[in-house]
């Protein structure tokens, strides 16, 4: 798993550490020291914690202007055992939004199991975010299956298209206009 980076091909467009308004702004990260690990096995150093021991991020692109954000994720997705989604609501959605993103992009591929507890913090979530949306991009099917298990898929944009997009053909501007567009027929 230390072999997996967070997509860097957009860090011309955007870095998180770079930017005044991210929860990432001013960290440092290291090239040679692995200090995070999910499942024992240790994760490349670029990868985000937000608090979660099981889960990690990657803020790789934000539009003020346009109000979204692309997010990536790896490892273990639990909010029955840490509570990831509340630290992920409290702690980067909350700030995020405070800045006026409304539109959420969550890109899945490496997060590996999903454990729900229960939905408040989604539910919550989906209430705040009013004219905006949050679509998840590329999550495994045995990860998905386990948010419609407790009925969260109800919260977020999921299937179809964005179930296999191959997002890091486009740059920032593109992928967020393709996501944009099967988001807006879904909900027209």
């Given at each position: 798993?230390?072999?997996?980076?967070?997509?860097?091909?957009?860090?011309?467009?955007?870095?998180?550490?770079?930017?005044?308004?991210?929860?990432?702004?001013?960290?440092?990260?290291?090239?040679?020291?692995?200090?995070?690990?999910?499942?024992?096995?240790?994760?490349?150093?670029?990868?985000?914690?937000?608090?979660?021991?099981?889960?990690?991020?990657?803020?790789?692109?934000?539009?003020?202007?346009?109000?979204?954000?692309?997010?990536?994720?790896?490892?273990?997705?639990?909010?029955a055992i840490e509570n990831d989604i509340m630290?992920?609501?409290?702690?980067?959605?909350?700030?995020?939004?405070?800045?006026?993103?409304?539109?959420?992009?969550?890109?899945?591929?490496?997060?590996?199991?999903?454990?729900?507890?229960?939905?408040?913090?989604?539910?919550?979530?989906?209430?705040?975010?009013?004219?905006?949306?949050?679509?998840?991009?590329?999550?495994?099917?045995?990860?998905?299956?386990?948010?419609?298990?407790?009925?969260?898929?109800?919260?977020?944009?999921?299937g179809g298209e964005l179930d296999d997009l191959?997002?890091?053909?486009?740059?920032?501007?593109?992928?967020?206009?393709?996501?944009?567009?099967?988001?807006?027929?879904?909900?027209?």
């Open positions: 798993m230390h072999m997996v980076e967070p997509h860097y091909l957009w860090r011309d467009y955007y870095i998180a550490s770079e930017d005044p308004h991210s929860p990432f702004y001013e960290r440092e990260y290291s090239e040679f020291e692995f200090g995070n690990s999910v499942y024992n096995y240790v994760i490349h150093p670029q990868w985000d914690f937000f608090g979660s021991n099981t889960l990690f991020m990657k803020i790789i692109y934000v539009d003020y202007e346009a109000s979204y954000v692309v997010m990536e994720f790896i490892g273990e997705w639990n909010d630290t992920l609501k409290r702690d980067i959605i909350e700030p995020l939004m405070e800045n006026g993103i409304n539109q959420f992009i969550l890109i899945g591929e490496n997060v590996l199991n999903f454990h729900y507890s229960d939905d408040s913090y989604y539910e919550e979530w989906f209430e705040e975010v009013e004219d905006g949306w949050v679509a998840f991009i590329n999550f495994h099917e045995h990860v998905m299956r386990e948010f419609r298990t407790i009925h969260l898929d109800q919260y977020f944009v999921t191959d997002w890091r053909t486009y740059n920032p501007h593109q992928f967020y206009r393709k996501v944009s567009g099967i988001v807006n027929k879904r909900l027209a």
